[in-house]
């Protein structure tokens, strides 16, 4: 079961398109740049907080790296032409190079990222950060609608995964453009400095919602390989994203209320607690299945 599963993953390789090919590989670039920048700041003891950390640069090789090359992956079970993939997934893929380039340029000369209009080069790095977010948002808007549009070349399954995990990809875009635009407002205000304060308030429903397009098509793919059939492969996606739907709402709640989820309260955790709960129990579905009832060669 294991050479059938790493057959499937070659197979995305193999048959992959040039401009997939190379979203994999810059993915796992950035990827290993943001783990070197953790290594970095083991390495010397540097601060993990504050809007000039290194952390800065290792959170955005890691989750553009994550992100690219999931994006990658899930282009080819959606219907694009080949002209459109080409075009999307290559912007996407530009993009993230970009965004990486310019966080960690900015975090090794010790000066902000974002929101720093303090010079004109930093203006320029700020603005061309909030020009690529659009772009990111228009690329993913276009992968959206194609992954509702998914017929039958998906099973139902997959189907519902992937649009799952679009719009819930669309959501964490939606909060980091909100932090962004209070960023921004705040530091052309008399008090600059209050915008990494208050900028990052969206931070834990950017995270948790942006990896929904990873976890929840990784689940029905892993379930294509055992022997539910297509209604029980389908229950169990959905109990993984209620589950995902759940835990992302009560952490965009306390996100939107600044609550802390070390102090929210003992409802909220319950409840974020039970979503955690049924995604792990899809997950745990999904493994007995590939151990237990594999499907025959």
Not at 100 to 124: I, K
Not at 255 to 277: E, M
């Amino acid at each position: 079961m294991l050479s059938r599963i790493l057959s499937s993953l070659k197979e995305s390789w193999r048959d992959g398109a040039r401009v997939e090919r190379v979203a994999f590989i810059v993915g796992a670039v950035l990827f290993a740049g943001g783990l070197a920048h953790v290594v970095v700041l083991l390495v010397t003891g540097g601060s993990w907080t504050g809007p000039t950390s290194l952390r800065k640069a290792a959170t955005f090789g890691l989750s553009f790296g994550l992100t690219l090359a999931t994006v990658a992956w899930t282009s080819q079970l959606i219907p694009l032409t080949g002209r459109a993939r080409g075009v999307l997934l290559g912007a996407f893929t530009a993009v993230s190079v970009v965004e990486t380039a310019l966080v960690s340029m900015q975090a090794w000369r010790g000066v902000p990222s974002h929101f720093n209009f303090e010079t004109g080069f930093d203006t320029a790095v700020s603005m061309t950060l909030a020009a690529g977010g659009f772009v990111i948002i228009v690329t993913i808007i276009g992968m959206t609608l194609a992954a509702f549009r998914a017929g039958r070349r998906q099973t139902p399954a997959m189907r519902l995964a992937l649009r799952f995990g679009f719009a819930t990809l669309l959501v964490a875009l939606a909060a980091g453009a909100a932090m962004i635009a209070t960023g921004s407002v705040a530091a052309r205000g008399p008090h600059p400095s209050i915008a990494y304060q208050t900028a990052g308030f969206l931070k834990p429903a950017h995270a948790v919602t942006m990896h929904a397009v990873l976890v929840i098509p990784a689940l029905a793919w892993l379930l294509s390989f055992t022997r539910w059939g297509e209604n029980q492969q389908t229950k169990i996606v959905r109990l993984g994203i209620v589950g995902y739907a759940v835990l992302a709402t009560v952490i965009i709640v306390e996100s939107v209320t600044h609550t802390s989820p070390l102090t929210a309260p003992p409802l909220a955790i319950a409840v974020s607690g039970l979503g955690l709960a049924a995604l792990v129990v899809a997950a745990g579905l999904g493994v007995y299945g590939i151990l237990r009832r594999p499907t025959p060669r």
